[in-house]
């Protein structure tokens, strides 16, 4: 459905292949090199484009969520981290923002 977030699922490769497309955005925007970034969750939202939620294992007990907006195809645009949120445990729902 247009606007609505899916459901949360499992990460899929395509899941981690996202993830790594703006890990490098992430460690510039925080100031550091995460040891681990693995993709365990995610949800999707069709809009003028699709924003893709990924909670994010980044080590010990700590998990990112992100959100990656991935433009239309014909915009030919590189994936973008539109925001994200740090501190974050593994039971924290992957919710929008």
Not at 57 to 62: L, M, Q, R, Y
Request: net charge positive; glycine share 4%.
């Amino acid at each position: 459905m247009c606007g609505a977030p899916s459901a949360v699922q499992p990460a899929t490769a395509k899941t981690q292949y996202i993830a790594d497309q703006v890990r490098s955005q992430l460690e510039e925007k925080e100031n550091k090199k995460f040891p681990v970034f693995k993709a365990v969750w995610f949800k999707s939202q069709v809009v003028a484009g699709t924003n893709y939620f990924i909670k994010v294992h980044v080590g010990d007990e700590n998990f990112v969520h992100l959100r990656v907006f991935k433009s239309l195809p014909h915009e030919n645009k590189p994936l973008t981290l539109s925001n994200y949120q740090t501190n974050k445990a593994k039971h924290d729902e992957l919710s929008y923002f």
